[in-house]
Each structure stands twice: as structure tokens, then as C-alpha cells.
């Protein structure tokens, strides 16, 4: 059974950073996709930031610029360093796979970590 186990969630000021971790397990790690979803109150959930088994990465335009998905194999561990925080990506984040190593659907999700910036 897969389980994908978020950690790095918490409260910072608007221009601050914080770096979320994914822990994976259950599955073969280097060959899936993964990606980051968030969901703020009263919004539709929102994919972030993707990265393939090889390593291509994709970003929602909101982020471009500002957020940094990389991953591990080693450590089947995806990380989301995120910058210049702004006050509108305050939401819950989740790490999510997918059943590939390119990221066409989500196949597992993380029980997501709140991220809080204060404007």
C-alpha cells in the first residue's frame, strides 16, 4: 500500500520560504511521478508543481519563478522549496503520485500539510 507522508508545513510571513517534504513508501519510488496539489478555503483544489521519473518539472503559472519541486530517489523522498511567499498560498498542500513515471492522473494522495503566510 502506498503512503505518502507530508512534513514541512507551518506559519511565515509573506517574502519567507519554507521546504516541504514527501515521504513515499509502498511503491516503486524513482519510476512514478510525483506532484504537489494545494487547496485553499472556499477554492478548487490546484496542482502545483509536477516533476516525471527523469526529473522533467512542470509549474502552475502562480508559482513559476517562486517554487522548486526536486525529488530523491534515493531517499523516495519529493521536496517543494517554495519562495517569496506570498499571502494567496496560504492551503493545504499535498503530495500526490501518480501510476507513471509522466504525470497523467493522480493515483495516491498525502493527508496534506497546512502552509500559513501572513500578510
Known amino acids: 500500500q502506498v503512503q505518502l507522508v507530508e512534513s514541512g508545513g507551518g506559519l511565515v510571513q509573506a517574502g519567507g520560504s519554507l521546504r516541504l517534504s514527501c515521504a513515499a513508501s509502498?511503491?516503486?519510488?524513482?519510476?512514478?511521478?510525483m506532484g504537489w496539489y494545494r487547496q485553499a478555503p472556499g477554492k478548487q483544489r490546484e496542482l502545483v508543481a509536477t516533476?516525471?521519473?527523469?526529473?522533467?518539472?512542470n509549474y502552475a503559472d502562480s508559482v513559476k519563478g517562486r517554487f522548486t519541486i526536486s525529488r530523491d530517489n534515493a531517499k523516495n523522498t519529493v521536496y517543494l522549496q517554495m519562495n517569496s511567499l506570498k499571502a494567496e498560498d496560504t492551503a493545504v498542500y499535498y503530495c500526490?503520485?501518480?501510476?507513471?513515471?509522466?504525470?497523467?492522473?493522480?493515483?495516491?494522495w498525502g493527508q496534506g500539510t497546512q502552509v500559513t503566510v501572513s500578510s
Open positions: 509502498g511503491s516503486i519510488f524513482n519510476i512514478r511521478a
Open positions: 500526490t503520485q501518480a501510476s507513471s513515471g509522466y504525470y497523467m492522473s493522480t493515483s495516491y
Open positions: 516533476i516525471t521519473s527523469g526529473g522533467i518539472t
